[in-house]
């Protein structure tokens, strides 16, 4: 197993990458967090398993799921998020239902549902 390396590992050693995260818990003290745990499912050995992780662990597992190349050019492409994109995306959320949640998962297949 790779424990020593930075980011999420199953116990059979497979690399968990964002793909592979089910549901994730924040705990937060202001804006600063202070635990991670999360669920993933192992593209491995289809182990489902809740784990206390590091937040360095957690940053490892997001950077690791895209090549730096491919999100540095699939941003150049969207361009810089300006301000009334930031404040038309908060008031969106703040308004967002579990039933507009539901339908907006059903509606982009890059979403992974949790179990």
């Not at 490892?60 to 730096?68: M, T, V």
Request: hydrophobic share 35%; proline share 5%; charged share 25%.
């Amino acid at each position: 197993m790779r424990e020593s390396q930075a980011g999420i590992h199953c116990q059979c050693g497979q690399f968990i990458r964002l793909r592979d995260l089910v549901q994730m818990v924040l705990g937060m003290v202001g804006d600063t967090p202070v635990f991670v745990y999360v669920k993933y499912e192992c593209p491995n050995c289809q182990r489902k398993e809740w784990r206390y992780v590091t937040t360095q662990d957690l940053q490892a597992c997001l950077q690791g799921s895209e090549e730096p190349e491919a999100a540095v050019a699939r941003q150049e492409r969207r361009g810089p998020i300006d301000v009334d994109e930031v404040i038309d995306f908060y008031e969106a959320l703040e308004h967002l239902t579990p039933a507009d949640w539901a339908e907006l998962v059903a509606s982009d297949s890059s979403f992974e549902t949790p179990s």
